[in-house]
């Protein structure tokens, strides 16, 4: 290719993606122009707003004046936190247990995980297993049922057969144990792959509400995703957070439309997981680095 088509080539690709980038940023940027929008602006402007001609944080003001999204907050960091530590322990456990081929009962216990991916219990057996054990309207209710994901299980343990068995060799003849191995080597050469797992379990229990609904019916342990499920299912909810100890209520100017306070609260629910993510790439980018190892 000669260096005229080559920079023409780059020029094309670079509006194509610039294009298909502006293309997915624009759901992201009403969200966030809704959010900030009064309900005068937002009756005057039709609706449909990607920029704000007088942001405000009203929306917000609104939705913190209670304890209802606080307490939905919290109830979804000590889920995320609390369930995604718990499945990496147990899907670190099994996978390093099931990556020694010399472990009596492996392939049995293989195909067992096996068909937990293919075949699942059922939403009632589930239910039922559930409240027998005594976890409804409990946390545990949300973290238990999928303490291990079998489908990490199998990744990871690809990931442990990987690592050149002379590692390990060196490491015994040294005088390691078992515990100080899968601690000290082998959990630090799959930082890259826990730490995507990781990232995966996290988000599943972030955006999870559909479990919440279903278990709890106290709403002391609610998450976030099923507050913003109920806001969009029922106006009423948006008109209770509107009007609630507000003065000069019915001047537009000082309220905010249920539109608004929607789009406010979908912020809030995403915001937390987002800012976590930069943390979580540069220990994913560690992980690999201590994973790079000279055949």
């Known amino acids: 290719m000669s260096n005229g088509n080559e920079k023409v080539y780059q020029a094309v690709s670079s509006a194509i993606v610039l294009g298909l980038t502006l293309l997915s940023a624009i759901p992201l940027i ?18 449909f707003i990607l920029w704000p001609q007088n942001p405000t944080l009203i929306a917000y003001e609104r939705l913190f004046q209670g304890t209802a999204v606080l307490q939905a907050l919290s109830a979804t960091v000590v889920r995320t936190v609390l369930g995604t530590a718990l499945v990496l322990l147990m899907t670190t456990l099994a996978a390093y247990v099931l990556s020694k081929k010399n472990l009596p009962g492996r392939k049995p216990m293989l195909f067992f995980i096996l068909v937990t991916i293919l075949i699942g219990g059922g939403l009632i057996p589930t239910y039922l297993v559930v409240r027998d054990l005594h976890l409804l309207d409990s946390v545990w209710a949300l973290i238990l049922p999928g303490l291990v994901d079998s489908w990490s299980v199998l990744v990871l343990k690809q990931f442990f057969e990987n690592i050149p068995g002379e590692l390990e060799e060196s490491a015994v003849i040294d005088g390691a144990g078992e515990v100080t191995l899968m601690s000290k080597i082998m959990i630090p050469m799959a930082a890259p792959a826990m730490a995507a797992i990781g990232l995966f379990i996290g988000v599943a229990h972030w955006n999870s509400w559909f ?58 629910g995403t ?24 055949g």
């Open 30 to 47: 009403y969200v966030i122009s809704m959010s900030l929008v009064n309900e005068q602006e937002w009756i005057d402007r039709g609706g």
């Open 211 to 268: 479990d919440a609904l279903i278990y709890l019916d106290d709403s002391k342990w609610h998450p976030i995703q099923l507050l913003i499920r109920n806001m969009f299912s029922s106006s009423e909810i948006g008109a209770q957070f509107n009007n609630a100890g507000q003065h000069n209520a019915f001047n537009p100017v000082n309220r905010v439309s249920a539109e608004s306070l929607k789009m406010a609260l979908v912020v809030i």
């Open 271 to 294: 915001l937390p997981i987002l800012c976590v993510y930069p943390f979580l790439q540069k220990h994913f980018m560690k992980g690999m680095y201590l994973g790079a190892v000279k």
